[in-house]
């Protein structure tokens, strides 16, 4: 079954702590991407990666990081540095990074507390 | 930098009512236009997309969007709405060259009730 895995779909933080949040595609895309959903805000690009070993900030990349060591695979990380990082976060992977159709994953909603 | 507007943040109608959503970009050059939606509880995912020819894109459940070059505009529509139509709606827009990644208008919430 292909798709899109994000995990967990809740998680709490305290503040002041580091997060990995999970993503893992098996439709075999080259381009990954993270956004961040608020109420009435739309999804905002945090990064994205069109290749393995390679990733670019997005429009709200201060605070966050990301890896791309496997094709199917990029985790984000929401540091301490973050200043507003309760949120739901949706990743998101397309063929080739060029305009393509792009599939979601279900989310996780961070919250920290 | 490129831009897009949703102009009704939540919009409310009863079935079988015509819709339209609006949407709007700021980007002089070809771009690529989306629609997404995300059914509550459900993954975003796409609805219909315009690259090139005819302007008039046919999407999924009966659902099409008019992209209008002159009016820097790609509007929604559907003649009549089911109460499954419940969700909320995405505008998204790139440039057609280059890898420019997309970006996501604010969202319209449509509810719609019997």
């Known amino acids: 079954d292909g798709g899109i895995t994000q995990s967990p779909k809740y998680l709490f933080r305290k503040e002041g702590q580091n997060v990995t949040l999970s993503c893992e595609q098996n439709?075999?895309?080259?381009?990954m991407y993270w956004y961040r959903q608020d109420p009435g805000q739309g999804l905002r690009l945090i990064y994205y990666?069109?290749?393995?070993?390679?990733?670019q900030k997005g429009d709200i990349a201060e605070g966050y990081s990301v890896s791309r060591e496997k094709k199917e695979s990029f985790p984000l990380t929401v540091t301490s540095a973050q200043k507003n990082p309760t949120a739901f976060y949706l990743c998101?992977?397309?063929?080739?990074?060029?305009?393509?159709?792009?599939?979601f994953g279900p989310g996780t909603r961070l919250t920290v507390l | 930098a490129q831009s897009v507007s949703q102009h009704n943040h939540h919009v409310i109608l009863s079935e079988a009512a015509s819709l339209e959503l609006g949407c709007n970009y700021s980007?002089?050059?070809?771009?690529?236009l989306f629609w997404y939606v995300q059914y509550p509880g459900q993954h975003l995912q796409l609805l219909l997309k315009?690259?090139?020819?005819?302007?008039l894109v046919k999407g999924i459940k009966g659902f099409e969007a008019e992209f209008i070059k002159s009016k820097f505009s790609f509007n929604l529509r559907k003649p009549s709405v089911q109460w499954s139509d419940t969700a909320e709606y995405f505008c998204?827009?790139?440039?057609?060259?280059?890898?420019?990644?997309?970006?996501f208008g604010k969202g319209t919430r449509l509810s719609v009730i019997a």
């Open positions: 998204a827009v790139n440039p057609s060259s280059g890898n420019t990644p997309l970006v």
């Open positions: 439709l075999n895309h080259d381009a």
């Open positions: 980007y002089g050059g070809t771009v690529n």
């Open positions: 998101a992977s397309e063929a080739s990074g060029r305009s393509d159709t792009q599939y």
């Open positions: 990666s069109q290749i393995v070993n390679d990733f």
């Open positions: 315009y690259f090139s020819g005819d302007p």
